[in-house]
């Protein structure tokens, strides 16, 4: 190949990689509500919402959703945090479609998952999605 | 700054976590080491022989990379030598970090990076046209969003692998 249509190629690769940045960037935090799905064997005992986060060990956004999810929980006694790897709970990942990791299920009193949080989300997301965990479901 | 000094401020240790600007930084310079491989790969034609193979420029270059890859992979993200320029020349010249993490995503992430490179290495050396180009292009798309966004290898690699079944409970865990 001569040198200008190697530069081209080098070029496509440097904004193909920009592009997938940016998207892996935009969708990388996102809070995913009414997923639905029972997962009461997860649950806390006694707490209104339990955050099920599933993780690894090799996961740095891990380390801050934890953070976060600690100082909730440091705040407001009716919510419990569990962390579990999701090498331990590979069957939990499929069926919530789980991606990437971190990945928080939201789960109320009966273990229903209300929502499940993407990424390292920002406190208020998480104490937003909490709340609205804590309104009794009304199934038809 | 403050009254410690780099050395001291990022000595590594296990339970203060690493400055994560010092993998980014490193990456930075695979990125572009990485490009000049794919770039060198597309020019040169495939060497006839095994020895005209793995003396090109672009495989020798490769090579330096794999060997970099697996220094992080196996000693540790902690004792690579980028990371020792980075404590070096400079940490010192940058706020102290607002957060540490863990060695351990860093290290996984060269680990992902020599079993691309060393395989498009091998590849290569076998004469399989543009099996180096190609993996030096993927590396480079893994340290580019490293380096430019911060993109964590680790929080997506690992589920996929657990998801596949390549990563047990048992294997994880020895």
């Known amino acids: 190949m001569d040198a200008v249509s190697a530069l081209v190629v080098i070029a496509a690769l440097i904004a193909f990689a920009m592009v997938l940045g940016l998207v892996l960037r935009a969708r990388s935090v996102r809070v995913v509500a009414g997923c639905g799905g029972d997962e009461h064997l997860l649950t806390v005992e006694g707490a209104d919402v339990t955050l099920v986060q599933l993780s690894s060990p090799v996961c740095s956004a891990c380390v801050a959703m934890r953070r976060v999810a600690t100082d909730l929980v440091a705040a407001d006694p009716t919510v419990a945090h569990r962390e579990i790897d999701v090498v331990d709970e590979p069957e939990v990942a499929r069926r919530h479609s789980v991606y990437s990791t971190p990945t928080t299920l939201v789960l109320d009193r009966q273990g229903h998952v209300r929502s499940r949080l993407i990424g390292a989300v920002k406190a208020a997301d998480v104490r937003a999605a909490v709340d609205a965990a804590r309104v009794v479901l009304v199934r038809a | 700054m403050t009254g410690t000094t780099p050395t001291e401020r990022d000595s590594g240790d296990a339970r203060v976590g690493i400055d994560p600007r010092g993998p980014r930084f490193g990456a930075a310079i695979t990125s572009v080491l990485l490009l ?14 095994l020895l ?12 330096a990379l794999v060997v970099l890859f697996a220094w992080g992979a196996f000693a540790g993200i902690r004792k690579h030598p980028y990371g020792v320029i980075f404590r070096r020349f400079v940490a010192g010249r940058l706020a102290p970090p607002t957060e540490r993490e863990d060695a351990a995503p860093p290290t996984f992430a060269q680990l ?25 292009s993927a590396a480079f798309v893994a340290a580019f969003l490293n ?28």
């Open chain 2, 36 to 49: 000049v491989v794919v770039l060198l790969g597309l020019i040169e034609p495939l060497g006839v022989d």
């Open chain 2, 147 to 174: 380096a430019a966004f911060a993109f964590c290898l680790g929080c997506q690699l690992y589920v996929v692998l657990v998801r596949m079944g390549f990563l047990r409970r048992s294997a994880a865990r020895a």
């Open chain 2, 112 to 136: 992902v990076g020599l079993i691309v490179t060393a395989t498009g290495l091998v590849l290569h050396l076998f004469g399989v046209g543009g099996a180096l180009v190609i993996a030096a």
């Open chain 2, 52 to 63: 005209a193979r793995a003396t090109q420029p672009s495989a020798l270059l490769l090579t």
